[in-house]
């Protein structure tokens, strides 16, 4: 086999042609010669790519690899960002202790495993909607559109307590923020009046709480500043990527018919099957830490000031960690997983996303047992450019039985 280069130039991004669920191949390629290899970045920074599983759970896990965004090299292709600002106060993704702990400490008794099982009939009851919309809509529909956007966006809506009223405004301007066909301008704008709904929703919770996770940090000593940013950071991170996994599972789902025949069998079998297209499927398929100090890793040293770019897909195909791990097995044990991160900054919606995939996936499959694509599978427009993968549009049809 032939030695990987010295440095790798710029993070794989290309994936095998009718593999649309797999990694790059060169990431697989360089996982074998070893788990750490040297990238430089689009910026010129010659950091780090991480491509094991064990080297990148690691890396997470440690506080010596910092999350502050104004230390970040981005890796992704694209317009260079010669300077990446500090993260605004709330922004608590790319902050470390003690200031992380501070907001993580005020949110996570707000999310926890208990209280989010709690949402299930909640999200049950907005899944068995959105399926009747489908119904009565008839085939065939764009599945992102009519389905795998509205769960997690109404269910933000729960959330931060968005009144009725203004739900369906709030929801088109979100969508619209999340719709990577749109124009940047149109993206843009939908973004900045998404800021001023949050800002104005926080005022308003000030004046008269709810019962709402928003209303529950007002009574803290957050700034409407912080609070904002908190908003936009948990409808960010909690619409778009679950969204995308939505979709994408469903995509993953179609295309390996006897897995999908086994959820639609044994209902059972949903919490494996959803940890086990998390694994497969690492739709935030590249994490960034940079160094703080000089650290020893893997036979490495890992100079402070350097990016690593984590690569969740390749470490989660990791062979020394997960048996045939190119495999979608939905019986397959696949806890352990690093779809959500680990350490610190593990996902904070991450039980939340679990319940709505829990739900979504096999209610659509008893819904529509006929479910399947109006197009091949290669004409699927994916999102290959994207820091988080998933699928623009998703295409399906069924036999509505008139």
């Not at 990694?23 to 750490?36: D, K, T």
């Not at 440690?62 to 600002?85: K, Q, T």
């Not at 690593?308 to 990791?318: P, Y």
Request: hydrophobic share 40%.
């Amino acid at each position: 086999m032939t030695s990987p280069p010295t440095v790798v130039t710029g993070l794989p991004m290309t994936r095998p042609a009718g593999c649309p669920f797999d990694p790059p191949r060169e990431l697989a390629r360089l996982r074998e010669q070893r788990p750490i290899s040297r990238m430089r970045f689009p910026d010129g920074h010659v950091g780090r790519l991480v491509t094991g599983y064990e080297s990148a759970r690691a890396i997470l896990a440690d506080p010596r690899f910092s999350s502050r965004h104004e230390l970040m090299h981005n890796p992704f292709p694209g317009p260079v960002i010669p300077e990446i600002p500090p993260a605004p106060p709330g922004m608590f993704i790319g902050i470390d202790p003690p200031e992380h702990t501070r907001y993580r400490k005020l949110l996570a008794g707000k999310f926890t495993a208990r209280r989010m099982r709690l949402l299930t009939e909640r999200v049950q009851r907005i899944t068995e909607e959105q399926l009747d919309a489908m119904e009565r809509h008839g085939p065939p529909v764009d599945l992102v559109t009519a389905f795998a956007l509205p769960i997690p966006t109404l269910m933000i809506c729960e959330l931060l307590g968005v009144p009725y009223a203004q739900r369906d405004s709030f929801q088109h301007h979100a969508i619209a923020v999340s719709d990577n066909d749109a124009p940047p301008e149109e993206r843009y704008a939908a973004m900045i009046a998404l800021g001023e709904y949050l800002q104005q929703l926080v005022q308003a919770k000030r004046a008269e709480p709810t019962d709402d996770l928003l209303s529950d940090l007002t009574t803290g000593d957050l700034t409407d500043e912080e609070l904002t940013n908190i908003g936009s950071l948990l409808l960010g991170a909690g619409l778009d990527t679950s969204a995308n996994m939505i979709a994408l599972g469903v995509f993953a789902l179609l295309q390996h018919p006897a897995q999908l025949s086994a959820l639609r069998d044994d209902p059972s079998l949903a919490d494996q099957a959803v940890e086990e297209l998390l694994r497969y499927l690492s739709i935030a398929h590249t994490m960034t830490r940079t160094a703080l100090e000089d650290v020893e890793l893997d036979g490495h040293t890992v100079k402070a000031g350097e990016t690593l770019a984590i690569s969740i897909q390749a470490g989660n195909r990791d062979p020394a960690t997960y048996t045939d791990p190119d495999l979608l097995d939905l019986r397959r044990n696949a806890s352990g997983h690093l779809a959500f991160g680990h350490g610190m900054h593990l996902c904070l919606g991450h039980q939340l996303a679990r319940v709505e995939l829990r739900v979504a996936y096999p209610a659509l499959a008893t819904r529509f047992p006929t479910l399947r694509l109006t197009i091949p599978t290669e004409d699927v427009p994916m999102r290959t450019n994207s820091d988080i993968y998933g699928v623009h549009r998703l295409p399906v049809t069924w036999d509505s039985g008139i």
